[in-house]
């Protein structure tokens, strides 16, 4: 099982940008494509961003294509996510994850404390 912590969140306002951050413990996430995900207030959990274990492939959602990059570091051991252009539907909690299968992104591990993230208009 792998432990990750995410970090980075905070207040935004409205067309400014955050830099999420994703840390791993008990393993290196070198050998596994990453994904950050997110749940708003009353809402499911959905799939924002996920990157391949190379960083040649990313996958983004609609709702934040051109505006959020997904990243990871040389070291494979961070997951980033770039948020810019922030709207107020973007307010949620952020979390990384481990994601299986490409396509279908589904997360592998326990989901961890995630970010808060909260964009003010």
């Known amino acids: 099982q792998v432990q990750l912590v995410e970090s980075g969140g905070g207040l935004v306002q409205v067309g400014g940008s955050l830099r999420l951050s994703c840390a791993a413990s008990?393993?290196?996430?070198?050998?596994?494509?990453m994904g950050w995900f997110r749940q708003a207030p009353g809402k499911e959990r959905e799939c924002v961003a996920v990157i391949s274990t190379s960083g040649a492939f990313t996958y983004y959602a609609d709702f934040v294509t051109g505006r959020f990059t997904i990243s990871r570091d040389n070291a494979q051991i961070t997951v980033y996510l770039q948020m810019n252009s922030l709207k107020p539907e973007d307010t949620a909690v952020y979390y990384c994850n481990r994601v299986g299968t490409w396509g279908i992104f589904n997360a592998l591990d326990s989901w961890g404390p995630g970010t808060a993230v909260t964009v003010s208009s």
């Open positions: 008990g393993r290196t996430l070198s050998t596994y494509a």
